[in-house]
T-cell receptor, first 111, second 112 residues
Framework: KQEVTQIPAALSVPEGENLVLNCSFT??????LQWFRQDPGKGLTSLLL?????REQTSGRLNASLDKSSGRSTLYIAASQPGDSATYLC??????????FGTGTSLTVIP | NAGVTQTPKFRVLKTGQSMTLLCAQD?????MYWYRQDPGMGLRLIHY???????AKGEVPDGYNVSRLKKQNFLLGLESAAPSQTSVYFC???????????FGPGTRLTVT
């Protein structure tokens, strides 16, 4: 069974700082990995999706990398802003139909 | 487009009562999912559907049933609610051949 872990569980940084969120998974036979953002009391919003054949994806200030062989992904956020405060979740898909989620990293960006 | 909508947004049930949660999507997506989110557990898949008339079990299916009679709707049923089913329930959908999931706003269910 796929296990997905996210470290740290919570992170607090001053505005403007660059930061890295980590995601690790136990079964490297994945189709893809997806990063989501969740605001309090809301649903999930997809940020980036990396196919298993890709090493990274970028969207604006966000960059996600994937190292399948080591079972790791990182989400890099450049020049953090208070509006980036949210919970960030990663999810892996390794059957084509089912997705396994980590427990998330709660990010607070202090103005 | 409304995207993915969920009805109701909040519900309180007594142990043993039944209810149905409705998920609707207007994006003509083939795949639909029901997840539950509990503190410290992340999202866990309950049931999913790869198309109209088909459903499959996910990671935590016990105590739940689902139906997909129409492509745009995916219903999650609790026949006899238990306090362990207190959770936030999310529905998601995606287009076949792609993997980006679109989530609804969630239903907060409390079973007393």
């Amino acid at each position: 069974k796929q296990e997905v872990t996210q470290i740290p569980a919570a992170l607090s940084v001053p505005e403007g700082e660059n930061l890295v969120l980590n995601c690790s998974f136990t079964d490297s036979a994945i189709y893809n990995l997806q990063w989501f953002r969740q605001d309090p009391g809301k649903g999930l919003t997809s940020l980036l999706l990396i196919q298993s054949s890709q090493r990274e994806q970028t969207s604006g200030r966000l960059n996600a990398s994937l190292d399948k062989s080591s079972g790791r992904s990182t989400l890099y956020i450049a020049a953090s802003q208070p509006g980036d405060s949210a919970t960030y979740l990663c999810a892996v898909c390794n059957t084509g139909n089912q997705f396994y989620f980590g427990t998330g990293t709660s990010l607070t960006v202090i103005p | 487009n409304a995207g993915v909508t969920q009805t109701p947004k909040f519900r309180v049930l007594k142990t043993g009562q039944s209810m149905t949660l409705l998920c609707a999507q207007d994006m003509n997506h083939e795949y639909m999912y029901w997840y539950r989110q509990d503190p410290g557990m992340g999202l866990r898949l309950i049931h999913y559907s790869v198309g109209e008339g088909t459903t499959a079990k996910g990671e935590v299916p016990d105590g739940y049933n689902v139906s997909r009679l129409k492509k745009q709707n995916f219903l999650l049923g609790l026949e006899s609610a238990a306090p362990s089913q207190t959770s936030v329930y999310f529905c998601a959908s995606r287009l076949a051949g792609t993997y980006e999931q679109y989530f609804g706003p969630g239903t907060r269910l409390t079973v007393t």
